[in-house]
Structure formats: C-alpha cells, structure tokens
C-alpha cells in the first residue's frame, strides 16, 4: 500500500496496470475505490493511477485544505508513479481539481477529463444545515447517507443490480467527518475565472455529465462545454451524478476513445 507525504499529509496511491497512464481524482466524500465501476477495462490498456483525496480512504485529514493543494497532492502522486504526463480524468469535485491540475500544471497532462462537475467561478459559504450535517457523529452521518440513497437516485436508466451494488460499496468506504468538512469547505472558498480555463484548456478535453444530475445540474456541464474551446461533449440520458454507475458501457467508451484518439495524436 504506497503512500508519499505530500505538503504535510500521508497520502494513500496505487497503480494497476500497464501502458499510457491515467490519473484518477475522485470527488467529495469518497475514495478512489469508487473508481471500480471504470477500471476493469480502463486497465486492460493502460496504467490506472488512484489516490484517495485528503480526509477519505487511508489519506490523512488536514483542516484548512484548498483545491490548490488537492491539486498539488494529485502531481506529488504523478510524480511519485514517476510519470511525465498522463491523462487527467476527474469526477464532481474532482473535477474541479482535475481543471485546476491541468491550468496548474498543463506540462503533464495528456488529456482532461471532466465529469459531472462545473467549473466554479465565485467563492461561497457552508449554510447552516450542511454545517449541521459535517459536525454529526461519524455513525449518524452515515446511516442518514444510507437512507438518502435508492436505486433510483442513480437515474432512470440506471441497472437496479449495478446500483445495488454500488451501495454496498458506498457503505463500506472510508471517510473522517472532519476530512469531508474540510473538502467541502475547500470547495466553497475555490474560484476560478472562464478566461483562465479557456486561455489555460488547451489539450483535448472530454466533458462528460449525467442528463438527470441533482448534484451537479447538467447546465453546468453544457456551459463547461462552451466555455473550453474545443472540449468534446457526452450527455448521458437517464444517468444522475454517478454515471460511472447508471451508464458504465456508455461512459467507459467514451473515455476510452477519447485517450485513445489523443494517443494517436499525440507527437
């Protein structure tokens, strides 16, 4: 179980598989376990990087953390994989770190992509029921997590069995209620500008969003798309925030094409 110190947190990694390699951001709440529902294929041709965001998984948590260091935690990973470049992909708030990574650092990025994230231009605040939420006991937390997801929340086009299962995968995954008020307030403070992202987004870009996402309204992956000169876009009929769940052959193609048609570009 690799880890590496990355500005002052121990940061959890792993690596599977072999050719051109991909960085894996997962989003708010959750560790990179969350990244099964793609890596089976995804690593029949390539290297598969995963890392588990600080306060999630076997990371350490860290109060005060930004999406500038999340970004930064994501190249100590790259490096220690010892990878020049990669593919980026990024999921929710993920996402946001993902386009950040690739306006920071666009040097090791073969290709970004986004999926069901927006990019955030104007800092916010917690309100007082999400600040009630992340100050409840661990266990209570949880078991009201459990009871706000349903097989429907996946989307009307989502499997039955493949949400089922992703709920028992949820229940199981490792988080500290300090480490998620932490990512959620990294989250409000962060802003970026549309002139940054467009002047910055020059490598192919894949945006990829869910038609029924609660989370992250689909608005937000349309304008992602006009804002990034060139992106491609992919919209998932009947798919909520978690489409690597409710349209897993459809976005594991998707992705797949894409880092293979830059690939084949590439010089």
């Not at 040097?107 to 917690?126: A, D, F, H, I």
Request: charged residues 20%; hydrophobic residues 45%.
């Amino acid at each position: 179980m690799p880890f590496i110190n990355s500005n002052g947190a121990r940061i959890h990694w792993e690596a599977d598989g072999a050719g051109t390699p991909v960085l894996l951001i997962m989003g708010h709440l959750y560790s990179a376990r969350l990244w099964y529902p793609l890596l089976p294929a995804l690593t029949r041709n390539h290297r598969a990087i995963t890392f588990d965001n600080r306060g999630v998984g076997e990371s350490d948590t860290t109060p005060g953390v930004t999406v500038e260091e999340f970004a930064a935690d994501a190249l100590a990973v790259l490096d220690a994989a010892g990878e020049a470049k990669a593919h980026v992909y990024g999921v929710s708030m993920g996402g946001g770190i993902a386009a950040e990574f690739a306006m920071r650092y666009p040097e090791r990025v073969r290709s970004l992509t986004l999926g069901c994230t927006m990019l955030k231009t104007e800092q916010t605040k917690l309100d007082g029921a999400r600040r009630l939420i992340y100050s409840l006991p661990l266990a209570l937390a949880r078991a009201l997590l459990a009871r706000s997801r349903t097989p429907e929340s996946y989307g009307s086009a989502a499997p039955r069995d493949a949400a089922l299962r992703d709920m028992e995968v949820l229940a199981q995954d490792r988080f500290t209620m300090r480490g998620v008020k932490a990512q959620a307030e990294a989250i409000a403070r962060y802003a970026t500008t549309r002139e940054r992202a467009a002047a910055a987004l020059t490598m192919p870009v894949l945006i990829l969003h869910g038609h029924q996402d609660t989370a992250v309204p689909v608005a937000h992956g349309r304008e992602l798309a006009q804002i990034i000169p060139g992106s491609r876009y992919v919209e998932f009929k009947g798919a909520a925030h978690n489409y690597l769940v409710a349209a897993n052959e459809a976005s594991t193609a998707a992705f797949l094409d894409f880092i293979g048609e830059a690939d084949r570009a590439a010089p």
